[in-house]
Nanobody
Framework: QVHLVESGGGSVQTGGSLRLSCVVT????????MGWFRQSPGKEREGVAS???????AYGDSVKGRFTISRDNAKNTLYLQMNSLEPEDTAIYYC???????????????????WGQGTQVTVSS
């Protein structure tokens, strides 16, 4: 079982930055494909970024060039650095992991097996 706990959400103005963290309590986050997703009211859950076991990232089109996913294996922590935030980025952000034997990163939320409780990000204009 993988337990994920997100933190770092908050309220910022347009153009601001936030860094989300996701602590993985199961061996090491390097053993799982990891991803960040977000969901706002009335919208489907959207894939924001993913990181495969080799550390190769993938990003959703709406965040490319603004968000960066990374991982600190020593701290078993996944990060999402969010810069140039826009009101459209307002959502609950979730950290997710695939079972250890999956190796392909994906932005499809249906392919993730473990989820955190989410952290709210609000961007005001």
């Amino acid at each position: 079982q993988v337990h994920l706990v997100e933190s770092g959400g908050g309220s910022v103005q347009t153009g601001g930055s936030l860094r989300l963290s996701c602590v993985v309590t199961e061996k090491s986050s390097s053993g799982h494909v990891m991803g960040w997703f977000r969901q706002s009211p009335g919208k489907e859950r959207e894939g924001v970024a993913s990181l495969d076991k080799a550390g190769n990232p993938a990003y959703g089109d709406s965040v490319k060039g603004r968000f960066t996913i990374s991982r600190d294996n020593a701290k078993n922590t996944l990060y999402l650095q969010m810069n140039s935030l826009e009101p459209e980025d307002t959502a609950i952000y979730y950290c997710a992991a695939r079972v250890a034997w999956r190796v392909d990163a994906t932005l499809d939320s249906n392919r993730y097996d473990f989820w955190g409780q989410g952290t709210q990000v609000t961007v005001s204009s």
